[in-house]
C-alpha cells in the first residue's frame, strides 16, 4: 500500500488530482482535503476523455469553494506517468514539501509508486478516494504497476 497522509498538514503540501471518470470523486476528496486545511492548493492533470479533463475537475473544484489562486491546471498528460511528470515540473509543484496523490484506491500503489520516480518533493503521500476494488481493476493494475517499472516510469517498491 502506498504511504498514508497524515491528517495535519507539514508545511508546504501541493495535491494531484489525476483525471477520472466524470462523477467527480478524485475532485471531493481533494476538495475535502483543502477544506480541512491539509492541502495549500490543488493541481488537477490530465487532457481527458469522457468528461474527466483537468479543466472540468477544476472548474468543480472552484464551483465547489477552492480558491481559483489555490487551483493549477496541467491539461497536456494522457497517462499516469505524464500526470506526475508534468505537474512535478509546474512552479507552485516543485517547491512544495510535501505532495498528496489523489486518485481512486485501486490506482493509488502505481501512482504513488510513479510519483516517487518522476517527483523530488522529500514527503510524498497518497489520499485515495474510495472506490469498490473488484479483481478486475487488481488485475489491470498489477499489470500496469510491473509495465511501468520495467520502463523505469515507476520506482520499485
Not at 91 to 98: F, K, M, N
Not at 104 to 113: G, K, M, P, V, W
Given at each position: 500500500m502506498p504511504a498514508p497522509c497524515a491528517a495535519t498538514q507539514h508545511g508546504d503540501t501541493t495535491a494531484i488530482v489525476l483525471s477520472g471518470g466524470p462523477d467527480y470523486r478524485r475532485t471531493k476528496r481533494a476538495v475535502g482535503l483543502y477544506?480541512?486545511?491539509?492541502?495549500?492548493?490543488?493541481?488537477?492533470?490530465?487532457?481527458?476523455?469522457?468528461?474527466?479533463?483537468?479543466?472540468?475537475?477544476?472548474?468543480?473544484?472552484?464551483?465547489?469553494?477552492?480558491?481559483?489562486?489555490?487551483?493549477?491546471?496541467?491539461?497536456?498528460?494522457?497517462?499516469?506517468?505524464?500526470?506526475?511528470?508534468?505537474?512535478?515540473?509546474?512552479?507552485?509543484?516543485?517547491?512544495?514539501?510535501?505532495?498528496?496523490?489523489?486518485?481512486?484506491?485501486?490506482?493509488?500503489?502505481?501512482?504513488?509508486?510513479?510519483?516517487?520516480?518522476?517527483?523530488?518533493?522529500?514527503?510524498?503521500?497518497s489520499a485515495p478516494a474510495p472506490v469498490p476494488l473488484t479483481a478486475q481493476r487488481r488485475r489491470s493494475e498489477a499489470m500496469k504497476l510491473f509495465a511501468y517499472q520495467l520502463l523505469g516510469r515507476a520506482a520499485w517498491w
Open positions: 477544506e480541512a486545511k491539509q492541502v495549500d492548493r490543488i493541481v488537477f492533470s490530465g487532457a481527458g476523455h469522457g468528461g474527466d479533463s483537468a479543466v472540468r475537475l477544476a472548474r468543480e473544484a472552484v464551483r465547489l469553494g477552492v480558491a481559483q489562486k489555490d487551483v493549477i491546471v496541467e491539461r497536456a498528460a494522457r497517462s499516469t506517468y505524464e500526470n506526475l511528470a508534468n505537474s512535478c515540473a509546474l512552479p507552485g509543484v516543485r517547491e512544495a514539501a510535501r505532495l498528496v496523490i489523489v486518485t481512486d484506491q485501486h490506482h493509488s500503489y502505481r501512482a504513488y509508486l510513479t510519483a516517487r520516480a518522476q517527483c523530488r518533493q522529500p514527503e510524498i503521500c
